[in-house]
């Protein structure tokens, strides 16, 4: 396990979502679709300690889409 890391960057997201409902056939036929995208920057992540010991902290692992 590295050294825990006393500051971190903040993290920063850039999301997107659309979507569309349609009711077809007198409202027989429903359907709905969505659409999702995340785009974050210097993800903070939460790192434990797997010794048991139960301490953790936060770093800034890369990026995650």
Known sequence: ???PVS???PEELISYE???K???FGTRLQAELS???SDYQDYQAL???SSGTGQG???NPGEAQ
């Open 1 to 3: 396990m590295t050294a």
């Open 7 to 9: 500051s971190y960057d």
């Open 18 to 20: 659309a979507g569309v």
């Open 22 to 24: 349609s009711a077809l």
């Open 35 to 37: 659409v999702f995208y």
């Open 47 to 49: 790192f434990v300690d």
């Open 57 to 59: 902290y936060t770093d």
